[in-house]
């Protein structure tokens, strides 16, 4: 079946970073790919998508590309902040249904 | 983008009791809500899938009796926890999106704590 793993967290950087969180997945057909952030206290939100080989999703200094030879849409971010700290989902969405099948988060912490 | 809330945010109830989580979409029809759980520390693990005027989907180890999801309305679905014990207390999340969306929109999410 579909699965995605990510890197264990906690991530612990200073601010001004570079940040990578590493995602790969393991789908059959052609899946949608999602990061999400949970910040403290709140719900999930959609922070980038990509939903075919090479697209790169971007968004607020957040990137990733969608890598079907490695089966990987890796997070990057070149300059953290300590806003940025949060809890990060990588998901997919399978070609043939609406579900998200969700990793288990990594954890940000941004120090000033 | 699209919003979707929950209520209550939070709630305790003593083991033995029934609990409803209300999702609503409030700017739009939600053709689709799904209901997820989320251990400390860990995934969304998904639950079910409602569709509007249907019955809904459990994923394999929900039970069905136990988690009561309603949708009745193309802006509201409901979860009812009935005869709650302690091992139900998690983080319950909702999301919606309609059938012309490639995108699921998340409510912020209602912690139980049954004691």
């Known amino acids: 079946g579909n699965s995605v793993t990510q890197m264990e967290g906690p991530v612990t950087l200073s601010e001004e970073a570079f940040l990578t969180i590493n995602c790969t997945y393991t789908?059959?057909?052609?899946?949608?790919l999602f990061w999400y952030v949970q910040y403290p206290g709140e719900g999930l939100q959609l922070l980038l998508k990509a939903t075919k080989a090479d697209d790169k999703g971007s968004n607020k200094g957040f990137e990733a590309t969608y890598r079907k030879e490695t089966t990987s849409f890796h997070l990057e971010k070149g300059s953290v902040q300590v806003s940025d700290s949060a809890v990060y989902f990588c998901a997919l969405r399978g070609s043939n249904t609406g579900k998200l099948i969700f990793g288990q988060g990594t954890t940000l912490q941004v120090k000033p | 983008g699209a919003v979707v809330s929950q209520h209550p945010s939070w709630v305790i109830c003593k083991s033995g009791t029934s609990v409803k989580i209300e999702c609503r979409s409030l700017d739009f029809q939600a053709t689709t809500m799904f209901w997820y759980r989320q251990f400390p520390k860990q995934s969304l693990m998904l639950m079910a899938t409602?569709?509007?005027?249907?019955?809904?989907?459990?994923e394999q180890g929900v039970e069905k009796d136990k988690f009561l999801i309603n949708h009745a309305s193309l802006t509201l679905s409901t979860l009812t926890v009935t005869s709650a014990h302690p091992e139900d207390s998690s983080f319950y999340i909702c999301?919606?999106?309609?059938?012309?969306?490639?995108?699921?929109?998340f409510g912020p999410g209602t912690r139980l704590t049954v004691l």
């Open positions: 999301s919606a999106t309609n059938r012309e969306w490639n995108e699921q929109f």
């Open positions: 409602s569709n509007e005027g249907s019955k809904a989907t459990y």
């Open positions: 789908a059959t057909g052609y899946p949608s």
